[in-house]
């Protein structure tokens, strides 16, 4: 249950609602057809060293025995979770849209979150939200949202019996809060906080507009809000530009197109990628060829039929039709476990051409590149279908990127309103950001 990514802000939510008592034969159909669909479709035809076959011979009759889409759908998480790898799930069907329009996320209460040892602390309050309004502080403690129980949640870290496992369990809890979180514009919510004295806040507050962009990645996909952030300062006589946003969509890259644009000459970027759960990977091609003189791999994507080499084309021109040269500067880049799929090809593309430095902690370690299928009794199936290694051969599945310079959350520095990863990146950049070069 710790492989999932993509699917996982959909599912930690998700409440189902009964319905209709399934049949043998729609239990079957679906079973065959993820089977089917995972045998022909997976990029290695060993399926990492799985006997299929047999996996469908001892599961099958589970499939027969469900009468519920919930025990199905048990049983095809049984089949997946024998490939040990992430990027593969059932989709609930009332978990997507039935309608052209997404469940309502244009509003939140104004912070954002981060499991940090054992529990959940604030790591962002937005300027102008109702929390920042109401006094809410970086380092304070979450112990609830309504009814999302952050307290009881976070025992759940202590039973990931790898590292791995529980960056995972961090992203899935992460992707829940950021539900409790985010909703429509006018929601109150009751949240309780522990203060920066350990003492105990419940504080009311509302949802407020987000500067947020709707965006999805096609049919029987989650819909995503686009969060994009861009500023420029100065520190120790060092020009320096930032730039966040959640997710690997066109209208993300056409903003970040413009902001890298307007920090040529500048001494130093920094992208802030945590909180960035992917997007389309082929979207990073473009964008690394802001730092490139030469055209440079990041590394290959395979699928059964095909390579795809993810490649950085220099940008000399921009949208505007202008001449432009690719930024010389210091180029560092911020990472987490919320950093997941393109996110990890691009940050661990670039670090391996040794074109930037990574700051904070090591990402997801789910970078495969997943499709999906309707499957007759109305769910969808998340599937993998091809496998990413970095210009120097490194996989980074399960494994995730490794910052260069590890700078976690702590709930000290929240507290003294610094955020570590943040900090040392400006601080690498003010020294002349040595050690990652190479145009």
Known sequence: MLRRLLALLVLVVLASAPRAQLTEASALAAFDEAWETVRDSHWDKTLNGVDWEAVRTELRPKAAAARSDAALRAVLDEMLGR??????????????PRT????????????????????????????GSAALEAGVRLGWVVLAVGNFDAVALARSLHAAPTPLGAR???????????????GPVGERRTVRFKDAEDKERELVLECRKRDV???GLGENMPVFWLEFTSAAFE????????????NWVLPAVEKLDAALDSFAGFDGVIL?????????????MGVAGHFFLKKAKLGVMKTR??????????????AAGADVTPFGGALAILVDETTGSASEVFAGGMQSLGRARIFGSTSAGAVLPAMSVKLPNGDTLLHAVGDFETATGARLEGVGVVPDEPAPYTREELLRGRDPAFEAAVRWIAAGGKGAGGR
Do not use: C, M, Y
């Open 272 to 284: 802030d990628l945590r909180g960035n759960t992917g997007g389309l990977a082929t979207l990073t």
């Open 235 to 246: 520190r120790e006589g060092k020009t320096i530009g930032l730039a966040g946003f959640s």
């Open 168 to 182: 995972r369990i961090a992203f899935q809890l992460w992707g829940a809060a950021r539900g409790a979180i985010l």
């Open 305 to 318: 039929e095909s390579t795809v080499n993810i490649v950085a084309f220099p940008r000399l021109t921009s």
């Open 83 to 96: 490939l040990g790898q992430s990027h593969f799930a059932v989709i609930p069907d009332d978990a997507l």
């Open 213 to 215: 962009t709707r965006a």
């Open 100 to 127: 052209s329009a997404p469940e309502d996320q244009s509003a939140g209460l104004g912070f954002d979150v981060r499991f940090v040892g054992d529990a959940l602390v604030v790591t962002h309050v937005e300027p």
